[in-house]
């Protein structure tokens, strides 16, 4: 049972390239969420799926898509990276959406210079 | 709208001495409260959360917080703290009106001295 897992753990793009994070997790969670985490900020929502099926914007959704795959997969993509979206992203998941405890991926660092 | 404040961005205590983390929160409605754990590197764990039960929530490590509703604290302490508890601490409010989106404080880094 590994949980929550990203690829890849580390990122170095140029500005304008793109890529895509990947998550997975294998607690048949329904919902599962990405956040970025910058120094003194916490961490922020980018997008969240409620279900299989939907997704919808968090705070901070500008510049970034999401996929949910299937019900284990939740991925991330950066179309045209730019220098501001260097960050730590976290991927999570729960049983249902809000107010019961999340589950963390162990992260990936992304720089974009 | 929710929000959360750590009052502190650096603790500093001395290995065996109490530890003492401090959080407020704003929310509309009762809120679920929780604090996680992120050690250096790594992903967040949870460490307690309080959802309308027990207003003293006890977590792993020895780690306990007290939901307050008259003053909107849930701060998190330890009876004694340890080498191995160095780590960011982050304290998270979520609520109906938000949602039930979580809503992070800005985080508090404890340092241990031994």
């Known amino acids: 049972n590994a949980g929550v897992t990203q690829t890849p753990k580390f990122q170095v793009l140029k500005t304008g390239q793109s890529m895509t994070l990947q998550c997975a997790q294998d607690m048949n969670h329904n919902s599962m969420y990405w956040y970025r985490q910058d120094p003194g900020m916490g961490l922020r929502l980018i997008y969240y799926s409620a279900s299989e099926g939907t997704t919808d914007k968090g705070e901070v959704p500008n510049g970034y898509n999401v996929s949910r795959l299937n019900k284990r997969e939740f991925s991330l993509r950066l179309e045209s990276a730019a220098p501001s979206q260097t960050s730590v992203y976290f991927c999570a998941s729960s049983g249902r959406t809000g107010g019961i405890a999340q589950y963390f991926g162990p992260g990936t660092r992304l720089t974009v210079t | 709208a929710q929000s959360v404040t750590q009052l502190d961005s650096h603790v500093s205590v001395s290995e065996g001495t109490p530890v003492l983390l401090r959080c407020n929160y704003s929310s509309s409605y009762s809120p679920s409260l929780f604090w996680y754990v992120q050690h250096p590197n790594k992903g967040l764990q949870l460490l307690l959360k309080?959802?309308?039960?027990?207003?003293l929530v006890k977590g792993i490590n020895g780690f306990e917080a007290e939901f307050k509703k008259s003053e909107t604290s849930f701060h998190l302490t330890k009876p004694s703290a340890h080498m191995s508890d160095a780590a960011e601490y982050f304290c998270v409010v979520s609520d109906r009106n938000a949602g039930n989106m979580l809503t992070f404080g800005g985080g508090t880094r404890l340092m241990v001295k031994p």
């Open positions: 309080y959802t309308s039960a027990a207003t």
